[in-house]
């Protein structure tokens, strides 16, 4: 069903740490473009970070910016997405996304722009 597999989630306290990653058994992630977008309940589908292929341009909306890191480890064949100081405002299922074209992460990014998905991976920031 799925191209790619999230992994990494869980409950922590504010101001913790949690690393999620994105997988592929069959496909050299290193050749796309990879973006991560959350939902919470009741609210619309946002993108979170996004990383060019060959760890080109990075993007982060600008409520994660300088908490979240977004990183490439091609031995394992995985893009993670480090994220720290969390918030309960962080809370909501994580996806990530990959587009094989052409594509620089910078301004908007869109989920329609990404044509293969995981099933996500929940987080949950509470005290």
């Known amino acids: 069903q799925e191209q790619l597999v999230e992994s990494g989630g869980g409950s922590v306290q504010p101001g913790g740490s949690l690393r999620l990653s994105c997988a592929a058994a069959?496909?050299?992630?290193?050749?796309?473009?990879i973006g991560w977008f959350r939902q919470a309940p009741g609210k619309v589908r946002e993108a979170v970070a996004c990383?060019?292929?060959?760890?080109?341009?990075?993007a982060f909306t600008d409520s994660v910016r300088g908490r979240f890191t977004i990183s490439r480890d091609n031995a394992k064949n995985t893009v993670d997405l480090q994220m720290n100081d969390l918030k309960p405002e962080d809370t909501g299922v994580y996806y990530c996304?990959?587009?094989?074209?052409?594509?620089?992460?910078?301004?908007?990014?869109?989920?329609?722009?990404?044509?293969?998905w995981g099933q996500g991976t929940q987080v949950t920031v509470s005290s």
């Open positions: 069959e496909t050299t992630l290193d050749y796309y473009a």
């Open positions: 990383i060019s292929s060959k760890s080109g341009t990075r």
């Open positions: 996304a990959a587009t094989r074209g052409y594509y620089v992460c910078s301004g908007d990014v869109r989920e329609t722009d990404f044509g293969s």
